[in-house]
């Protein structure tokens, strides 16, 4: 991830734009994303593709290069998510609300306790993903 936006925002340089490369700081990435139309948040908080699901790795370059914005897509995840808890039921942490979306800073959308996911990282010291492992979306044909 880390070598593609570095060489994304070189090549947006050399055409002679500005172009900051941008992991997980400055700004949160999944409402970006969701902006710029390629996914919507799902129960688990990740964002889903309609191509990989949540299986995605968000990365992201600030530019003043002159670009088409595209806008939020509908593909359904969040009519999907509202009756699919497979996700919150296989938590480990138990980080992922099981019940209805609640509104968070203004948004609708399902709580995720991120002090629990961490714990659940921390003690088996790698990343989790099991809530992306369970997902029905992450299966390519369900996507």
Aim: aromatic letters at 6%; hydrophobic letters at 40%; a negative charge.
């Amino acid at each position: 991830m880390i070598e593609v936006v570095v060489k994304m925002a070189e090549f947006i340089r050399n055409l002679g734009y500005d172009a900051i490369p941008m992991g997980n700081d400055t700004a949160l990435s999944h409402p970006l994303a969701v902006d710029a139309g390629l996914g919507e948040i799902g129960r688990n908080g990740l964002l889903i593709t309609e191509q990989f699901g949540p299986r995605v790795r968000l990365c992201k370059v600030f530019t003043d290069l002159p670009l088409i914005p595209d806008k939020p897509v509908d593909l359904g995840v969040q009519d999907y998510c509202e009756s699919c808890t497979i996700c919150a039921e296989a938590c480990r942490t138990k980080a992922i609300a099981a019940g209805e979306r609640t509104v968070v800073r203004g948004f609708r959308k399902w709580a995720i306790d991120p002090f629990k996911c961490f714990q659940g990282w921390a003690a088996g010291g790698v990343d989790c993903t099991h809530c992306i492992t369970v997902c029905p979306k992450s299966e390519p044909a369900a996507a």
